[in-house]
C-alpha cells in the first residue's frame, strides 16, 4: 500500500492527467489499486519488445528532440545501458510516454 500512497501523492503534486500502466507482470493488479484511489489510470499493452519499441524513436534522440531534465540521471544511466543493463523500467516507461504524448 506504501506504492499506491507514494503515487496518489506525486499524482497530486504534479497534476498528473493520466497514469499508464503495462498489462504484464501484475500491472492490471496494480492499475485496480491506482484506480480504486479514484485515480486516472490506464491500462497499455505492449505490442512488441522493448528494443523495438525504442528503436522507432531513435530518429528523435539523434535530433536532439528528447531533452533530460536535472533529476533524470537515473533514467539516462538505464537508457545507455539498455537493453544490457540490469533495470530498463525507466526506458520503458518513457517509449510508452513517447506513445501517448
Request: charged share 25%.
Amino acid at each position: 500500500m506504501k506504492f499506491v500512497t507514494a503515487v496518489k501523492e506525486l499524482y497530486v503534486k504534479y497534476n498528473i492527467q493520466m497514469i499508464y500502466v503495462e498489462s504484464n507482470n501484475g500491472g492490471e493488479i496494480i492499475a485496480r489499486m491506482l484506480k480504486r484511489e479514484g485515480l486516472a489510470v490506464t491500462v497499455v499493452k505492449a505490442i512488441k519488445d522493448k528494443v523495438t519499441r525504442l528503436r522507432e524513436y531513435e530518429g528523435a534522440f539523434d535530433s536532439g528532440w528528447v531533452y533530460f531534465l536535472p533529476g533524470t540521471e537515473v533514467g539516462v544511466e538505464q537508457l545507455l545501458s539498455f537493453p544490457f543493463g540490469a533495470k530498463d523500467d525507466r526506458v520503458d516507461s518513457m517509449v510508452h510516454s513517447f506513445n501517448k504524448g
